[in-house]
């Protein structure tokens, strides 16, 4: 097992080395507070590297990888990104008036990581593909709710299996009982162990809050 504490990041979508994801990490590795027992403690260590590792029916693998250094550079990006955001909620009339997705913290609410990557970063690529489906007759709409609502049962089944909940049975769709086959397969292969599991991390001073999916150790390399 490597010695190098872990920041990993589940994703079921297919592309999974993208500037969003790269921010989304940096922000989590950069909180300087994490709610442990109900109760906001400060960050005594940061994580040594982070990665995304791919969840799907097809199989489960490392598809990005960053060190320290490179942390460190994409989490002064973030802060940058952040005071845009806040920025443009200030003069934009379209952030102004839309709901904000946010995390309490203490007595004040804290916007979302992945809100502010949504709201920043051009995604000139998804809008090709939603007028692609709406020409073959499909509602992107529709397609990214039921994607999502995909992602959040690969989470709490990681989630299960990680921290050892035992849940009442029930039928799971069959893509779950693959995505989880490969994925305890793959958990066995880089000799995962959890040290924290879907844990909400704030940054009090820059004023964003989020869910890192774990923290840990394992032989974590690129394509693995």
Not at 18 to 43: C, F, I, K, M, S
Not at 126 to 147: C, F, H, M, Y
Not at 165 to 178: A, G, N, S, Y
Request: glycine residues 8%.
């Amino acid at each position: 097992m490597s010695d190098l504490l872990t920041l990993l990041d589940w994703k079921s979508s297919k592309y999974g080395d993208t500037p969003e994801n790269r921010l989304q990490l940096a922000a989590y590795w950069g909180a300087d507070h994490v709610l442990t027992n109900g109760v906001w403690v400060q960050v005594k260590e940061r994580a040594k590297q982070a990665a995304i590792v791919q969840t799907r029916p097809e199989g489960c693998k490392v598809v990005m990888v960053m060190t320290e250094a490179e942390l460190r550079t994409a989490y002064d990006t973030f802060l940058k990104s952040l005071d845009i955001y806040i920025w443009l909620r200030k003069v934009s009339p379209f952030l102004k008036y839309q709901k904000e997705r946010t995390y309490p913290v203490k007595d004040k609410e804290y916007v979302s990581v992945t809100h502010v990557g949504s709201h920043i970063l051009a995604k000139p690529g998804l809008v090709t593909w939603a007028i692609k489906e709406v020409k073959a007759g499909r509602d992107p709409d529709s397609i990214k709710n039921q994607a999502g609502s995909r992602g959040t049962m690969i989470h709490n089944a990681i989630f299960n299996y990680l921290t050892g909940t035992i849940v009442t049975q029930r039928k799971e769709p069959d893509w779950l009982k693959e995505t989880m086959g490969h994925f305890l397969m793959w958990s066995k292969s880089v000799n995962l162990q959890v040290v924290e599991a879907e844990r909400t991390v704030c940054g009090m001073k820059a004023g964003y809050a989020g869910t890192r999916d774990f923290l840990g150790y394992g032989n974590i390399t690129l394509g693995q």
